[in-house]
């Protein structure tokens, strides 16, 4: 992989007109948290469902939905996204696992390969950890791929700590996820 110099970029919300670009990002970064036993029929299947335009539109009117977009200053290409959901939409069963509530889940977090090591991903958590608390959250949690080692390292780095595990399918592929969190506030006494 090419290393490209960090890039003049911004962190914004995600605007409507984004949204065919924020569909290719999508699919073009969502594999590379995918182990390798998922095969490329489930990966499409998996973007075709997850990033169609109507689901990426439908993000940006939901109240509960929080769609931002890392920008290129000069180019105006997209570089990165996140997305946060309120709450146990995401996933119920997995938010029952966290230590402190209310929670904002970080779904999606994503940055183009070639800007990996840049800064970009640290400052989407960053927005992520500002989100949430501007809105009275007491933490952040996600669920990954247990086989997600470079993605783990960078939660470990962010004060991510496992506190379960999940099921997420991809396509018809069953994986095992761990579910991390990171306190906002002081988790209470057993």
Avoid at 13 to 26: I, Q
Avoid at 61 to 71: D, G, I, P, R, S
Avoid at 90 to 114: C, F, I, N, T, W
Avoid at 164 to 177: A, E, I, L, M
Wanted: include cysteine; glycine fraction near 6%.
């Amino acid at each position: 992989m090419t290393e490209l110099p960090p890039a003049s970029f911004r962190i914004r919300p995600a605007y409507d007109t984004d949204v065919p670009a924020l569909r290719k990002l999508a699919c073009e970064t969502f594999p590379m948290a995918c182990p390798s036993s998922i095969t490329a029929e489930d990966i499409a299947k998996h973007c075709d469902y997850q990033f169609n335009e109507e689901r990426l539109r439908n993000h940006l009117t939901n109240f509960a939905h929080y769609l931002a977009v890392a920008e290129d200053t000069q180019s105006g290409q997209l570089l990165g996204y996140l997305l946060l959901i309120a709450g146990a939409e995401m996933d119920p069963a997995a938010y029952e696992k966290l230590r402190v509530r209310p929670s904002l889940g970080v779904d999606k977090l994503y940055v183009r390969a070639e800007y990996h090591g840049s800064g970009i991903s640290r400052a989407l958590m960053d927005h992520a950890v500002e989100q949430a608390f501007n809105c009275g959250y007491s933490s952040l949690w996600l669920g990954t791929n247990s086989e997600n080692k470079r993605a783990l390292r960078f939660y470990e780095k962010q004060s991510f700590e496992i506190v379960g595990s999940r099921t997420y399918y991809v396509g018809t592929t069953q994986n095992d996820d761990v579910v991390l969190e990171k306190l906002l506030v002081a988790a209470p006494l057993a």
